[in-house]
């Protein structure tokens, strides 16, 4: 089954600094509502510690705990969502 819906929110390029070579990746960020008739959602073997996430947690995430988020999803959250940075005390 396909995703349906989706709504496209942004696109980047990231470039990583690894010691043989510079990666570099595009990101296309969409937004799809999840639906139990569309079945299990299957992630590439590339992925992990998946977790699903609203709007709101990933705000808090981003506030209380930016160390535990991945390159590509900080810069997720600051260019597409416009997260703020400051933490909360």
């Known amino acids: 089954m396909t995703a349906q819906d989706l709504e496209f929110l942004g696109a980047f390029w990231f470039e990583k600094d690894c010691p043989s070579r510079i ?3 595009r990101f296309r960020v969409y937004r799809v509502p999840y ?34 988020i991945s390159a590509p999803l900080l810069k997720t959250c600051k260019h597409i969502f416009g997260f703020k940075t400051e933490r909360k005390e």
């Open 23 to 25: 990666e570099k990746e």
């Open 35 to 68: 639906r139990s008739s569309m079945g299990p959602v299957r992630l590439n073997e590339e992925q992990v510690n998946e977790q699903w996430l609203g709007v709101k947690d990933l705000a808090d995430l981003y506030r209380d705990k930016r160390e535990s």
